[in-house]
């Protein structure tokens, strides 16, 4: 019996023994078992009446150590002999261990540790050999002499004296998580076996999924084409991209840097080259092979996307025969092919948080397209209230809120259809004479028409809306940067001395930003046509405005709209002036204009405007597209003969 001292504080080698994880201790057996060629490893948990971990053992038909090796193996700290060898002897498997601290996580399991060890000794002859250490005394080990034996060559790892954190051996997902570390050797090497309480480890019995894809790799330096093999799981094992030789060795485990919500997976790149290099792996990210890592992620992304669309396929059908999918239909139009495709991206992610109820399921789904057909934007806020996402999910929900190439169409053509239903509105207000007759100019039509300013030109931005000329001068001085600096401003009156009110005032910037255009519009209700006093009215207001010094500024100029549905012949000869511009009844100097203006003449400009679009989204607005639409946006000023 002899016994070997290892040159270190026990403090140092019990955090070299990582006590809290047991089962990173028993696949660091395993790895040795299989470093030493074993073809069965057999793992087995002794358990009390009270379910508590008595012992534990890891027994392997390796070669195990001879005993002259073993106070080399047990003496040192680092500078083991797979560091150099890199391969097995005689299979040659790419070797795992390289650190020469392994026999220290076996105090993880139990407080006393024995190797007993058969293998074949120098002179040919068959030797057993007991290494034994505890926990007490970590830097010291008894190794007792060779005794001859007539067995077959193996190592067997006893640990008794429960550890404080063993009973994780226990717990249900334990031999999940050794057959996703296992997973590539296992199936690489069929004729090996890993037993865990009585039952062989088997990848194909504990994945969800796995997909293999050959790497084009033209570093190859003569090795095999690199192999990328995703195994997914249905829980939560730790994501890795395990780096492997051409057998599964696993050699280092970089972060995957990729996003997969909802799926637990784990992919090795298996590769010869690795081996050659396991030593500069941990710094892979920078040296030459940088490039093979960034290809497997590239092709993860692939696969995970590949399998999302299939996920979302599988749910959309299930959602279906529930009969809580919220489209009755296929999509008709481009506009819901768009929208329906987000609705299922977003659904699908959120699918596993939806209600288990039915009634509720449908509920929630339906919501979930009202907020995308109207308002994209806005979904984030409505989900993350709905169901408290964690910040993984959150951030990839804001990623795919954030594609201009669906939320931006999708908004887009939602005010390009709103729009169409609103011209169709429009029609019934001031054409239909049921409507017409008793709609009211201000209190109705006015504040309708301030909502939908861009009939008037999508470039027009509202800045007044039934107020004094004092307040439109006022604003006007504001878009220039000339506000008086004590407020006071000189009073604007029309010629008979009244103030008059304003029904609209619009501006926009002129194309190259060389100067602002100002639009005054005045509403007639749609029974009043216009005529001479109409067109007195409007004319006042512009003389109120070029009459007065305050207004002065060359980069602005001025039109003045008087609408209504019809106007007076003498008007509407005035309007067809050859030597102006249709509707122009008059142009004064200064950059003024005034024209009188008809619904049907505004309304087939919107709709000359809208017309390409309206085409490719085969939208074509009913009555009752008009009449929806109101009550949406208006609904609390749109007269009852129509909303009712």
Known sequence: MGTVHIEAKPDHLLRLARQRDPVGAVVEMIWNALDAEASLVNVDLEINELDGVESVSIEDDGHGMPNASCRNY?????????????????????????????????????GQVRWITIAEAADGRIERTVISGTVDRPADFDISEPEPVRLACGTRVEASVPADFVSRLTQDDTAQQLASTFAPFLAANPDVRIVYQGVPLDPATVWTGMAEYPLRWPDSDGHP?????????????????????????VLDEPSPGIQAPGYHFTAYLLWDGFVERRDDLPLAETDEIAPLLALAREKLRAHFKRREQERRVRLVQEWKTEGVYPYAAGPSEPAQAVEREMFDEVAARIARRLPGATQSKKTTLRLLREVISRDPSGLYPVLDELFRLPQSEQEELKRILQRTSLAEVIRATGQITDRLDFLAALKKLVFEPEVSRTLRERSELHRIVERETWIFGDAHALMISD???????????????????????????????????????????????????HLVVELKAPRVRIGQAEVAQIKSYAEAIVSDPQFRDARVSWDFWVVSTEMSEVVRRDAAAPNRPPGCIAEWEGGVRIWARTWSEIIDDCEARLHFYQDRLNHDPAAEHAVEYLQRVHGEVAPATVTA
């Open 74 to 110: 047990f003496g040192g700290l680092g500078g083991s002999w797979k560091t150099a060898a890199k391969v097995s002897p005689r299979l040659k498997r790419g070797l795992h261990g390289r650190s020469g601290q392994g026999r220290l996580r076996a105090f993880s399991l139990g």
């Open 225 to 249: 084409a690199p192999l990328l093999r995703v195994i997914e799981w249905p829980k939560d094992v730790g994501r890795v991209l395990a780096l492997c030789d051409a057998s599964g060795v």
């Open 467 to 517: 107020q004094s000329l004092d307040a439109v001068l006022l604003r006007h001085l504001k878009e220039l940067g000339r506000e008086p600096v004590d407020g006071r401003l000189n009073p604007v009156r029309r010629e008979d001395g009244r103030t008059g009110i304003v029904d609209l005032l619009l501006a926009r910037v002129r194309r190259g930003g060389s100067g602002r255009e």
